[in-house]
C-alpha cells in the first residue's frame, strides 16, 4: 500500500515558479514509476511529467523545458520543478505512483497563474 500526499501548490503569477511535491508511504516506492497529472475545470485530466524508478523522464509537449521532475528515494518523494508558468498552466494536480498493475493517487493539489 501507497499513500500520497501533494503540497507545494498555489497561487503564482505568470513567468514565475513553483516547486510541487509528492510525498509517499510505503517501503517499496522506489520501486515505483510515479506520474504528474493536471486537470483543469471542463477539461480531462493530463499527464504533464513522469519519472521512472530508473529515473527515466517524459513530459508533456505543452511543458518541456519548463517543467523538470525528480526523485529522491531517500525520502519517498517526487519533485516537479515548474518554471516559466503560465495561466494555462492553472490545475489541479495529481501525483500518481503505480508498480505493475497496481496504482495510487495522491488528493491533488491547486496551483492557479494569474496575475
Known amino acids: 500500500q501507497v499513500q500520497l500526499v501533494e503540497s507545494g501548490g498555489g497561487l503564482v503569477q505568470p513567468g514565475g515558479s513553483l516547486r510541487l511535491s509528492c510525498a509517499a508511504s510505503g517501503s517499496f516506492f522506489s520501486e515505483c514509476a510515479v506520474g504528474w497529472y493536471r486537470q483543469a475545470p471542463g477539461k480531462q485530466r493530463e499527464l504533464v511529467a513522469g519519472i521512472t524508478s530508473a529515473v527515466g523522464t517524459n513530459y508533456a509537449d505543452s511543458v518541456k523545458g519548463r517543467f523538470t521532475i525528480s526523485r529522491d528515494n531517500a525520502q519517498n518523494a517526487v519533485f516537479p520543478q515548474m518554471n516559466n508558468l503560465q495561466r494555462e498552466d492553472t490545475a489541479v494536480y495529481y501525483c500518481?505512483?503505480?508498480?505493475?498493475?497496481?496504482?495510487?493517487w495522491g488528493q491533488g493539489t491547486q496551483v492557479t497563474v494569474s496575475s
Open positions: 500518481n505512483a503505480h508498480v505493475g498493475r497496481v496504482a495510487w
